[in-house]
T-cell receptor, first 116, second 111 residues
Framework: GAVVSQHPSWVICKSGTSVKIECRSL??????MFWYRQFPKQSLMLMAT?????????EQGVEKDKFLINHASLTLSTLTVTSAHPEDSSFYIC????????????FGPGTRLTVT | QKEVEQNSGPLSVPEGAIASLNCTYS??????FFWYRQYSGKSPELIMS????GDKEDGRFTAQLNKASQYVSLLIRDSQPSDSATYLC???????????FGTGTRLKVLA
């Protein structure tokens, strides 16, 4: 149980284009989903907290107009990187906290984004 | 002080030995902790959670929480080469559901 999927697993895009990443909880409902970014040899940095049916809460320093988050249902959240630039290249990981036990987060497999 | 601190390692142990991974935390972090294992290029995998003072055992893994010392540890018994990974300690920021991660400790189990 507690499986989270992400799609795509990797993507290469050109500078200036937008990329959408999907995060789904497959066997549980998640009121809250989280989006993280991880640069090489660094730990995970929380970008934003996404609650179903409401606006995402962004961490300090994260541009909400650049990283658009939509949490349309209890099993799906999406992150859109708009006007991507090479410095946005990173490993993006989502996690989902079950409605039944919101303290434990289960992570998706991650999406490796490369912007050329 | 960082909210959650870990020694980055690498920590090298021989196969079959006990690996001991440690984490300290600040007052800003509530006393719910999680240990994740992360293989290179992969996302974190939850190993154990611990909420109460004392020890919690699950198979070869034992998590220990000492609230007075603001210290949480993970022991891995009978370490295997497949345990070689980065181990992340995460705590919850008080009053939220948000995690804050330590920088991770890289463990190498030598065959």
């Amino acid at each position: 149980g507690a499986v989270v999927s992400q799609h795509p697993s990797w993507v290469i895009c050109k500078s200036g284009t937008s990329v959408k990443i999907e995060c789904r909880s497959l066997d549980f409902q998640a009121t809250t989903m989280f989006w993280y970014r991880q640069f090489p040899k660094q730990s995970l940095m929380l970008m934003a907290t996404s609650n179903e049916g409401s606006k995402a809460t962004y961490e300090q320093g994260v541009e909400k107009d650049k990283f658009l988050i939509n949490h349309a249902s209890l099993t799906l959240s999406t992150l859109t990187v708009t006007s991507a630039h090479p410095e946005d290249s990173s490993f993006y990981i989502c996690s989902a906290a079950p409605t039944s036990g919101p303290y434990e987060q289960y992570f998706g497999p991650g999406t490796r984004l490369t912007v050329t | 002080q960082k909210e959650v601190e870990q020694n980055s390692g690498p920590l090298s142990v021989p196969e079959g030995a006990i690996a001991s991974l440690n984490c300290t935390y600040s007052d800003r972090v509530s006393q719910s902790f999680f240990w994740y294992r992360q293989y290179s290029g992969k996302s974190p995998e939850l190993i154990m959670s611990i909420y109460s003072n004392g020890d919690k055992e699950d198979g070869r893994f034992t998590a220990q929480l000492n609230k007075a010392s603001q210290y949480v540890s993970l022991l891995i018994r009978d370490s295997q080469p497949s345990d070689s990974a980065t181990y992340l300690c995460a705590g919850i920021i008080s009053g939220t559901y948000k995690y804050i991660f330590g920088t991770g400790t890289r463990l190498k189990v030598l065959a």
